[in-house]
């Protein structure tokens, strides 16, 4: 059974207690291996992993690792200035 929390959930998330080890052992390992292109893996492994913070967080799970910290503030800062830039240039 997973840890998480109803009470700390942010709205949109539900804390199931499904344990889906399995895929994110995918996205951290095999997915990324399958890339082709070196520079397309690495930015993919932060993405992923910022993206799994959030789901951690959006649960109502603590991020106990300085790592799952760092990446998740990466995540935000980067999915932030893509938004900025497409939406300041008409792509959005």
């Given at each position: 059974m997973i840890s998480c929390?109803?009470?700390?959930?942010?709205?949109?998330?539900?804390?199931?207690?499904?344990?889906?080890s399995h895929i994110w052992k995918?996205?951290?390992?095999?997915?990324i291996n399958k890339f082709h292109c070196g520079t397309?893996?690495?930015?993919?492994?932060?993405?992923?992993?910022?993206?799994h913070s959030l789901v951690s967080l959006g649960i109502g799970?603590?991020?106990v690792k300085p790592e799952y910290k760092k990446a998740f503030e990466e995540f935000v800062a980067e999915v932030n200035l893509v938004y900025n830039t497409a939406k300041?240039?008409?792509?959005?």
């Open positions: 929390s109803d009470k700390k959930s942010v709205i949109g998330f539900i804390c199931t207690g499904s344990d889906e995918i996205l951290h390992g095999d997915l397309c893996a690495i930015h993919a492994e932060k993405l992923f992993n910022g993206m799970k603590d991020l300041r240039d008409g792509r959005l």
